[in-house]
Antibody
Framework: QVQLVESGGGVVQPGRSLRLSCAAS????????MHWVRQAPGKGLEWVAV????????YYADSVKGRFTISRDNSKNTLYLQMNSLRAEDTAVYYC??????????????????WGKGTTVTVSS | DIQMTQSPSSLSASVGDRVTITCRAS??????LAWYQQKPGKAPKLLLY???RLESGVPSRFSGSGSGTDYTLTISSLQPEDFATYYC?????????FGPGTKVDIK
């Protein structure tokens, strides 16, 4: 079945780095754009980054731009999020999500149709 | 950046009630809107996309409508499993943005 499984979360000190992984299965990973979305404790959802199906384009939220890098290895069906210079406000559950698209007439509609269960990142000294 | 607001922020309802949640974008988003349901400790689940298209497997009591800047999610007859938090999200432009959520709990 279609599945996304995140890993790599943990407790890290401010200023340190962490790399998250998202293993995909049950679908052709190389055909889909992929996102990272996070949720701070007791808060709402915050989009973090997106990468195109072939890795050719990447976009980031301003809150992580210059510190986080999204990447993918289509040969390993895996999405990554390299997080550097971590701050307390980066503490959150991090979800990876698959991007789906539907075309209606000439309009493309995108949405996140498959989500992982999330991995928890805690930034604390 | 496109700001998304939702109203109400929370509501209490009974099983069988009709529930409507409103989402407003700070500029027109041409129906590039999705709705997600999230239960405590769980990942979000896609309900609708393109403002009104029901995701496969989602019960037909969920529906969406709207255009321009204003959109609504309607649950026609609330069921026990529908008590959750609901988020809208615009996909019109990056950065993608979510609404702050609407928590639906039991009256």
């Amino acid at each position: 079945q279609v599945q996304l499984v995140e890993s790599g979360g943990g407790v890290v000190q401010p200023g340190r780095s962490l790399r998250l992984s998202c293993a995909a299965s049950g679908f052709t990973f190389s055909s889909y754009g992929m996102h990272w979305v996070r949720q701070a404790p007791g808060k709402g959802l915050e989009w973090v980054a997106v990468i195109w199906y072939d890795g050719s384009n990447k976009y980031y939220a301003d809150s992580v731009k210059g510190r986080f890098t999204i990447s993918r290895d289509n040969s390993k069906n895996t999405l990554y999020l390299q997080m550097n210079s971590l701050r307390a406000e980066d503490t959150a559950v991090y979800y990876c999500a698959r991007e789906a698209v539907v075309v209606a007439a000439t309009t493309y509609y995108y949405y996140m149709d498959v989500w992982g269960k999330g991995t928890t990142v805690t930034v604390s000294s | 950046d496109i700001q998304m607001t939702q109203s109400p922020s929370s509501l209490s309802a009974s099983v069988g009630d009709r529930v409507t949640i409103t989402c407003r974008a700070s500029q027109g988003i041409s129906n590039s809107l999705a709705w997600y349901q999230q239960k405590p400790g769980k990942a979000p689940k896609l309900l609708l996309y393109a403002a009104s298209r029901l995701e496969s497997g989602v019960p037909s009591r969920f529906s969406g409508s709207g255009s321009g800047t204003d959109y609504t999610l309607t649950i026609s007859s609330l069921q026990p499993e529908d008590f959750a938090t609901y988020y809208c999200q615009q996909y019109y432009s990056t950065p993608l943005t979510f609404g702050p959520g609407t928590k639906v709990d039991i009256k």
